[in-house]
């Protein structure tokens, strides 16, 4: 078991960047496979990025592929989303989360993911 705590967030104008980070306590982070989420008003929690237990593969969300890179530091124990290019649709509560079974990449979904943090609001202004 992991626990999670995403900083990062913020008010960002449309165009602009914002790097999230997710540090993740426990040994085993290791070989947890790593994914960011995100939750816009009135809309349900969605995939956003994707990262395999060795960092060897990433995923992406076809709304974000681009624009947003997904990356981690298994020395910290972290995790990070570099946001580019922002758009005002980009505006939700980001969250991270992790799965022990990092052999499963085909399945990115909100079910599939063990653990979450509490999340982190991203806004980016028109």
């Known amino acids: 078991q992991v626990q999670l705590v995403e900083s990062g967030g913020g008010l960002v104008q449309a165009g602009g960047s914002l790097r999230l980070s997710c540090a993740a306590s426990?040994?085993?982070?290791?070989?947890?496979?790593m994914g960011w989420f995100r939750q816009a008003p009135g809309k349900e929690r969605e995939f956003v990025a994707g990262?395999?237990?060795?960092?060897?593969?990433?995923y992406y969300a076809d709304s974000v592929k681009g624009r947003f890179t997904i990356s981690k530091d298994n020395a910290e124990n972290t995790v990070y989303l570099q946001m580019n290019s922002l758009k005002p649709e980009d505006t939700a509560v980001y969250y991270c989360?992790?799965?022990?079974?990092?052999?499963?990449?085909?399945?990115?979904?909100?079910?599939?993911?063990?653990?979450w943090g509490k999340g982190t609001l991203v806004t980016v202004s028109s």
């Open positions: 426990g040994r085993t982070f290791t070989m947890y496979r």
């Open positions: 990262i395999s237990w060795n960092g060897g593969s990433t």
């Open positions: 989360a992790a799965d022990r079974r990092g052999d499963r990449n085909w399945l990115w979904e909100v079910s599939a993911m063990d653990y």
